[in-house]
């Protein structure tokens, strides 16, 4: 029963809390530069405003630029279904482990890119080539942070991951699984396109990534992609926040079990997200050419962390 | 006793490690000095925690080690840094992603070398002797691998800590005596290399090692 309602519950929850998670974060940064900001909700408005506009499409668009729309939505919602986010199943689905994942969300980078360089706007072509250069430097990061992770389970699985880190809370301030989680939130930083990477407010051609390949979308497009785009950052944070520190999870769908696990996921999403507030405000853009220094140290955090579960058992 | 002391030293051993790390991945000598710093006191704070479960001298040893290369010797290099000004390190002979990557094929080669160590000893400290190793590869690889004499003496004081912890988790501390002569003689050390870092830097009116194999006229 209670694999069905992950399926079910935790997207809509997902898809509910994503845009106020942008917005908590444009808003608290702005509090931070003393300015005084939209509020929180705001993203709400935005999208709500977009799927109202109508959508203009170039003449040289191919339907890849009309479906990616669709997969960046379809795929982060999928991925919202899969990841502890206030529920973890006891008995796990068969399909869906971490590396599932974070494969479908790069999928939806995939497409994104793909649809940068489908109208032929120079902006576009720029900005895929940049994400796939990012994206190509966090892959080695990603999966060896899982393995990280996966190791020191046995599996690959979030519910096992899980019920290990709480079976053993030593474990969870070993380094395997601190250096792991830095370097994780290294490339969600890198993935989501924030601020040490790209710049996620400003549309300064020439630094944007994220922004130059959504540049041609309009209307529900547009709605649909940064929807998708704020459930990616919310799903990374959770993915983050719910593997390395799983206390308040429902393991069960019993309503107190879930009221505690929607606070406790609110708690540690906004927790991570205020986080990301304050480096924002703290650190500059880095150059383009420097990005490969920040993740290629990242990488070397997540070697460590496998180093130190694998060579010491 | 058991789980949680070895998880802790496991933890301060991989946070020395990673703030050898910092000084590869880094620019700019400050923020070399902020990485020592915490070295030390995180070598401290090690220190400290083995103390507590075993021989209670070594709280001497801890405090000692926080007010020497805690406070007083990144005190000096600051003195220092400001009396060159802030110089860049321009260009290492290795660049940040190749040493980064180096460091980390060091840090996998020191785990292999502990390997036979670590299944003799029975000491619940045994899992940060392949990290001490990694830090002393990594701050020798930092020694060899920077032009600047500074980040030389910085990466020389990172292998005199990496010793320590060593010292810390292979024998539970060595006594007190030897670790004072030790320190003495780091600190003996590290004021010759001043005195040797303000002639080469009034002499040569850089801190460039390469800048010593030209002659002078």
Redesign the interface.
Known sequence: MSRYAVLVVQPLVALGLAPGLVGFVRWLKARLQSRRGAPPWQPYFEIRKLFGKEAVVSHTASWIFRATPFVVFGTSVVVASLVPLILVPASPLVAGDVFAAVYLLLLGTFFLALAGLDTGSPFGGMGASREMTVVALTEPTVALSIVALALSAGSTNFSQIVARTIAEP??A???GH??AFIALFVVTLAETGRLPVDNPSTHLELTMIHEAMVLEYSGPYLALIEWGSALKLLVFLALAANLFIPWGLAFALAPGALAIGLASAIVKLGALAATIAVLETRVAKLRLFRV??LL??S???A??AV??TF??R | MG??FS??V??G??GM??TA?IVL?RKGVPAYITAYRWQSWLLAALTATVGYYGDGQLYWVAGLLLGLKGVAIPALLRTMQRRFGTEREAAPYVN??VS??I??VL??FA??LG?PW?AVTQLPTR?GL??AMSVLFVSLFIIVSRKKAITQVIGFLMLENAIALLAVVGTFGVPFLVEFGVFLDALMGFLVMQIFIYHIHDTFDTLDVDALARLRH
């Open positions: 030593a474990a301030l070993g380094p601190l250096l490969p220094e290629s140290a990488f070397v955090l070697l460590l180093m130190s060579l010491v | 789980g949680a998880q802790l496991m933890l051993s991989s490690l990673v790390l991945w940040t992603e980064l990557l460091a980390s840090v996998v785990y292999l390997r670590m899992q392949p990290l």
